[in-house]
Nanobody, 114 residues
Framework: VQLQASGGGWVQAGGSLRLSCAASGSIDAIDWYRQAPGNKREWVAGISGTSTNYKDFVKGRFTISRDNAKNTVYLQMTSLYPDDTAAYYC?????????????WGQGTQVTVSS
């Protein structure tokens, strides 16, 4: 599985961006992570089937969704803060016979100015 993340950019605080993660094939579970300079990569949100989960600091502001026909998962980000500035990565995982397989896309940079 190959993942292509896109949609990052520059936005002022309070603004919105929509990230996309296009997969080369059908995949059920996809997560978004982010990593700011000097920080560890952190999980942001995930979707598996129709089930979604969010890290507390993005609840109510970010929405993860999917378009199965396009094998694409989106992360709609609203009310952005400067602290949301980071490289955002999408990752897919799948369990096969008890073994977890993971695939990562390249990062897409999100910069939020105050």
């Amino acid at each position: 599985v190959q993942l292509q993340a896109s949609g990052g950019g520059w936005v002022q605080a309070g603004g919105s961006l929509r990230l996309s993660c296009a997969a080369s094939g059908s995949i059920d579970a996809i997560d978004w992570y982010r990593q700011a300079p000097g920080n560890k990569r952190e999980w942001v949100a995930g979707i598996s089937g129709t089930s979604t989960n969010y890290k507390d600091f993005v609840k109510g502001r970010f929405t993860i969704s999917r378009d199965n026909a396009k094998n694409t998962v989106y992360l709609q980000m609203t009310s952005l803060y400067p602290d949301d500035t980071a490289a955002y990565y999408c990752a897919a995982h799948e369990w096969r016979s008890g073994v977890k397989y993971e695939w990562w896309g390249q990062g897409t940079q999100v910069t939020v100015s105050s």
